[in-house]
């Protein structure tokens, strides 16, 4: 069974520095993608970055970045020049296995400081 | 094009009664997910409906259960329901055709069970 951990329940960072954030998860499946959501505080989720498992490239969309390490089963987010929207819970996940079953980590609430 | 969109947004019931939730995809994803959110616990998958069929189901008892009907619109279900119920219910839609889809959130239904 695949499984996601996040171990930052919670990070602070100051506007304009750079973050980031720890995901690892564990799967003997060749075939997935690793995700980063984003969720503010009026709830809604929406999709930070994607990765699949064939590419080496790290995804980047703008200011985000991963740093994927298939071989550490690592997948860290970045988030450069912070701002104060970027202040919400960030979950990592992961699809694939045969299923379309996504399965999250636990979160970590990022809160970005003036 | 519309977002997903759940009804109710909130919602308050006594234990051992039983509430359902409903849940309006983007138009064209065929794929609607549910996900139970509590501080700490992160998302955990309930269930994953495709074209009107279970795809994928959680690790849920069966007091839970969900159902698609033809427009891909979705409904879940929760009987006797207990304390331990009270939760953020997230509905998710994406095409659901391959691992890459990406999830589309609705804002959520807040039950607390007094």
Known sequence: AQTVTQSQPEMSVQEAETVTLSCTYDTSESNYYLFWYKQPPSRQMILVIRQEAYKQQNATENRFSVNFQKAAKSFSLKISDSQLGDTAMYFCAFMGGGTYKYIFGTGTRLKVLA | ?114
């Not at chain 2, 994803?29 to 549910?34: A, I, L, N, P």
Request: contains cysteine; glycine residues 10%.
């Open chain 2, 1 to 114: 094009k519309a977002g997903v969109t759940q009804t109710p947004r909130y919602l308050i019931k006594t234990r051992g009664q039983q509430v359902t939730l409903s849940c309006s995809p983007i138009s064209g994803h065929r794929s609607v997910s549910w996900y139970q959110q509590t501080p700490g616990q992160g998302l955990q998958f309930l269930f994953e409906y495709f074209s009107e069929t279970q795809r994928n189901k959680g690790n849920f008892p069966g007091r839970f259960s969900g159902r698609q009907f033809s427009n891909s619109r979705s409904e879940m279900n929760v009987s006797t329901l207990e304390l331990g119920d009270s939760a953020l219910y997230l509905c998710a839609s994406s095409l659901g055709q391959n691992y890459n889809s990406p999830l589309h959130f609705g804002n959520g239904t807040r039950l607390t069970v007094t």
